[in-house]
């Protein structure tokens, strides 16, 4: 396969950890080649959360350098606006859960949010992709990281990892208790995808 560069991102709290453990699972059992690294920042304050995923040889960083995403993930649009903004290459793809945390310095007045179309504008002056995931009737906010892998899965965007193969990895790296429910937001964002 050729090289392939990730860039996940959130809020800490929302999973970026599941959803980066659940793709570099996925990858790997499909014999990728796969380097990446977290980077946390105040996440347990509600700040940006970061992971990289590299998938190929020839990286010598974990890190996806500025400019090279060829796919941006992110669960919140602010996030997915930066990183569109900073890391997303031109005619690279956008996958991100239309959800809102707005940082301290806009509810301070100090910044506007991005809007919807924003982050359109941002996509396009990219050559990009852009793809919007939302669930009307998700059970739990916390699952909005399991509907983001969901749609992931269905556009079929790393080379070999299919719905099938991320389930699987899905199923690896959830608990039990909490497996049935997110199993099923995991299939509604996937058939959303395929419509």
């Known amino acids: 396969m050729s090289a392939k560069n990730l860039h996940l991102s959130g809020v800490g709290g929302q999973g970026i950890g599941l959803l ?8 790997i059992a499909v ?14 304050r509600g700040g940006t959360v970061v992971s990289h995923l590299r998938l190929g040889t020839g990286s010598l ?6 400019g090279q995403a060829d796919v ?9 606006f930066r990183a569109t903004e ?13 959800t809102v945390y707005q940082p301290m310095h806009v509810r301070l007045g100090l910044n506007s ?7 359109n504008q941002a996509a396009e002056a990219h050559r ?16 909005q990281n399991v509907a983001l892998l969901g749609r992931v899965a269905s556009m079929r965007l790393i080379e070999n990892v299919t719905s099938d193969t ?25 058939a959303n995808g395929e419509n």
């Open 166 to 190: 991320i389930e699987h990895a899905l199923v690896e790296a959830l608990p039990p208790a909490v497996l049935e429910k997110n199993l099923a937001v995991f299939k509604q964002a996937a």
């Open 20 to 27: 980066a453990d659940v793709l570099a699972r996925a990858c």
């Open 61 to 66: 960083s974990p890190r996806v350098p500025v």
């Open 86 to 98: 900073t890391m997303l290459r031109q005619g690279g793809t956008v996958v991100y859960y239309d």
């Open 113 to 119: 949010y991005p809007t919807v179309g924003d982050l």
């Open 31 to 44: 014999g990728h080649t796969l380097i990446g690294c977290d980077t946390h920042g105040l996440a347990q």
């Open 128 to 143: 990009a992709r852009l793809e919007r995931v939302f669930l009307e009737a998700l059970p739990d906010p916390r699952m």
């Open 72 to 80: 941006v993930i992110s669960l919140e649009r602010l996030e997915a």
